[in-house]
């Protein structure tokens, strides 16, 4: 009986922790490279889900977009109010350390500036 009892328990709090949604990760703040004192990239994740984006990594075509961003796990989606960005797919590094985005062959990895002290 005892031991029904404990695996009854234990189904019921397993259960519990499988339905309990996941906290949530605290995505926004800046995210550029890491000791540079120009900016060259740089994704500003607003709380209000607004977004700034500047690229001058191609000085004679230099990029700023802005306008809100989604999240969805660690997935960010940019929607582009200019229509002017083709880095609209972002994924978050665990402990929002840095987000990466992909564009054909080319690579980005943007830390976040809290942690690049």
């Not at 404990?6 to 000791?35: M, N, R």
């Not at 977009?65 to 582009?80: F, P, R, S, V, Y």
């Amino acid at each position: 009986m005892k031991q029904k009892t404990i695996i009854a328990a234990a189904f019921v709090l397993t259960t519990l922790y499988a339905f309990t949604p996941a906290p949530e990760t605290k995505v926004s703040g800046t995210y550029g490279v890491c000791k540079t004192s120009e900016v060259t990239v740089q994704l500003v994740l607003n709380e209000d889900h607004s977004f700034n984006y500047i690229d001058k990594s191609d000085r004679e075509n230099p990029v700023y977009a802005e306008g809100t961003w989604e999240a969805d796990g660690k997935k960010i989606k940019l929607n582009d109010s200019s229509h002017n960005l083709k880095r609209t797919a972002w994924r978050v590094e665990k402990g929002s350390r840095a987000v990466k985005s992909r564009v054909g062959l080319s690579f980005y990895r943007l830390g976040n500036q809290k942690l690049c002290d």
